[in-house]
Nanobody, 117 residues
Framework: EVQLVESGGGLVQPGGSLRLSCAAS????????MTWVRQAPGKGPEWVSSINSAGGSTNYANSVKGRFTISRDNAKNTLYLQMNSLKPEDTAVYYC??????????GSQGTQVTVSS
């Protein structure tokens, strides 16, 4: 059974940083591209960033480019999202999803990020 468990969210002030993690199990993590998706209150899901299976290719939404960094550790079956210079508009539930360019969550619990002073 495929399981993706996100963690690392929380409340942070504007300009602050957080690092999200996604622990994967139930499949060969290192063979799959991975994506972060977020959903803000009252809005539809939004693609944030993708990384290829080896970690050598990444892509970012314009809204987070230059502030967020996606990475992975295939030995630990873990996906990361380093978020710097956070803004109130980054407030959302963040989900990790298997695949490249996926734009909606697929049943994992997500982790809440709230950016507020």
């Amino acid at each position: 059974e495929v399981q993706l468990v996100e963690s690392g969210g929380g409340l942070v002030q504007p300009g602050g940083s957080l690092r999200l993690s996604c622990a994967a199990s139930g499949f060969t993590f290192g063979r799959f591209d991975m994506t972060w998706v977020r959903q803000a209150p009252g809005k539809g899901p939004e693609w944030v960033s993708s990384i290829n299976s080896a970690g050598g290719s990444t892509n970012y939404a314009n809204s987070v480019k230059g502030r967020f960094t996606i990475s992975r550790d295939n030995a630990k079956n873990t996906l990361y999202l380093q978020m710097n210079s956070l803004k109130p508009e980054d407030t959302a539930v963040y989900y990790c999803v298997r695949g490249w360019g996926v734009s909606s969550p697929r049943g994992s619990q997500g982790t809440q990020v709230t950016v507020s002073s």
